[in-house]
């Protein structure tokens, strides 16, 4: 269900600290660990064994050692440190989450554990969501840090209290930051940013230049022979968080993003300035971001709404596909598609296959959420792939077409999904597969987030 004033609160797992003159206790970890005891034959008490603490892999010359494999679970993860003090040995026990190459399957499943005999049900659409089993409260989980959503903070503090019995908790209180992202609360919803990451990069890649988006199709060109190469690793990085802010909040640089990643192996310093110039439009505008707001009431649905452009940069054509709820963008994203389409009535049933895959999980994902909604609606711009989706007569002209991309077909056939044609103006993914003007992206911004109807100026 959908709660009309929701607590949402943020907390942390404590890892536990080194406890000090702690029993030997068999571990979590497998490790293997020379021991060396004082009446080893021909070992002096004072051998380089005996003055400082075992150490992994092979023992030292002449030194005949026991090897103790510790493979029993002990609380969350645990590794053993231990110390030699002549006749006897001190151990220490520490519990680490972070570390090991195993620490962070370990404690997923240990998580998956508490929680469940909490009551909450784990939900399979995302492995990382638990869920109540009237729908009543939502627990979403990243590492160690846990975000609630209930009707009430009272019911948040029940579960705080049960979940407390196995582990330590550090409450956060109401969310204001979530994975690098700022959240500013305001009356009837709610606004992501990322303006302090952008502040960041700002500063990690000073650059000035034009503060709109590069349209020219040379700008994402590769690498010519004749040009001087760029710094790898630093262009890597650069497009690195550029595409973090492009999948969270700003969903207007993903294709532009998405084809500079391209050139990661092999950047250019056009490449280069070009990834400046969008960083610098970013900069420009940085409280800018995804505005989620609350619905209306009545059933919701989701809307997705799905584009290509045929051909583009090399022969592949370019996917895009943006997903709403109750008129709000939850999920986009800007790809090459897979193979070589042969016409653009192909390249765009590709895209509506791919919006039909992600109306499932969507719809599926609601209904473990225990929210109710109306059948996913897909809109598409291409009359040739909405006709193809209605019918399986035989084409000599769509035969060829990969039979895992008719799953749109079945889709629509069984009821699952509901397919509308709109003019290739009003789509919204149209953003995400085409160099479009500022003026069609500010117009975009206006409708999608919270614009302030400003384009990018010159520096």
């Not at 029940?158 to 407390?164: A, D, G, L, M």
């Not at 582990?167 to 994975?179: A, I, P, T, Y």
């Not at 592949?316 to 008129?327: A, D, E, I, N, W």
């Not at 509506?352 to 109306?359: F, L, M, S, T």
Request: charged share 20%.
């Amino acid at each position: 269900m959908l709660f009309e004033n929701p607590m949402v609160l943020l907390g942390n797992i404590k890892p536990a600290r080194l406890e000090e003159d702690s029993p030997k206790r068999q571990v979590s970890a497998m490790i293997l660990i020379n021991l060396c005891t004082n009446d080893t034959p021909g070992n002096p008490e004072n051998s380089p064994c005996h003055s400082s603490p075992p150490r992994m892999g092979n023992s030292p010359v002449g030194c005949s050692c026991s090897i103790y494999t510790y493979k029993r679970h002990y609380t969350i993860m645990s590794t053993l440190v231990t110390s030699m003090n002549k006749e006897k040995f001190e151990y220490w026990k520490l519990n680490a989450l972070y570390g090991l190459k195993q620490a962070g399957h370990e404690w997923f499943k240990t998580l998956q554990k508490i929680l469940q005999l909490v009551g909450l049900k784990q939900c399979i659409g995302d492995e990382g969501t638990y869920t109540s089993s009237n729908g009543q409260l939502i627990i979403g989980s990243h590492v160690d840090d846990l975000l609630g959503i209930a009707p009430t903070e009272t019911d948040l503090d029940k579960v705080e209290q049960s979940v407390e019995k196995h582990v330590e908790l550090d409450k956060r209180g109401k969310l204001s930051k979530l994975l690098g992202m700022e959240l500013t609360w305001k009356k009837g919803g709610v606004i992501l940013t990322q303006h302090t990451l952008i502040e960041s990069m700002s500063q990690t890649f000073p650059y000035t230049s034009k503060r709109t988006l590069p349209m020219g199709i040379l700008d994402y060109a590769a690498k010519d022979p004749s040009e001087p190469p760029t710094d790898q690793k630093r262009y890597q990085s650069l497009i690195g968080g550029l595409l973090f802010i492009g999948w969270m909040t700003r969903p207007e640089i993903s294709l532009h993003v998405n084809l500079l990643g391209r050139r990661a192996t092999e950047p250019s310093e056009r490449n280069m300035r070009t990834a400046l110039q969008v960083l610098e439009y970013l900069k420009s505008i940085p409280s800018e971001g995804i505005t989620i707001k609350k619905p209306t009431k009545g059933k919701l649905s989701l809307e997705i709404f799905a584009d290509a452009s045929y051909g583009g940069m090399g022969a592949r054509s370019q996917t895009g596909v943006l997903m709403t709820f109750g008129g709000q963008p939850v999920e986009w994203y800007s790809r090459r598609q897979d193979i070589v389409a042969l016409s653009i009535t192909e390249v765009e049933y590709i895209a509506d296959c791919k919006g039909a895959k992600d109306a499932s999980w969507g719809q599926q994902f609601l209904q473990e959420l225990s929210v109710s909604s109306e059948i996913p609606i897909l809109k598409t711009d291409s009359e040739g792939a909405y006709n193809l989706s209605q019918t399986a007569k035989f084409l000599r002209r769509s035969r060829h077409i990969e039979h895992q991309y008719h799953y749109l077909r079945q889709q629509v056939q069984s009821e699952k999904l509901a397919i509308y044609t709109i003019p290739g103006k009003e789509n919204p993914a149209d953003v995400l597969t085409k160099l479009t003007p500022m003026s069609s992206i500010l117009a975009w911004k206006q409708r999608w987030l919270n614009s302030t109807g400003q384009a990018g100026t010159t520096s």
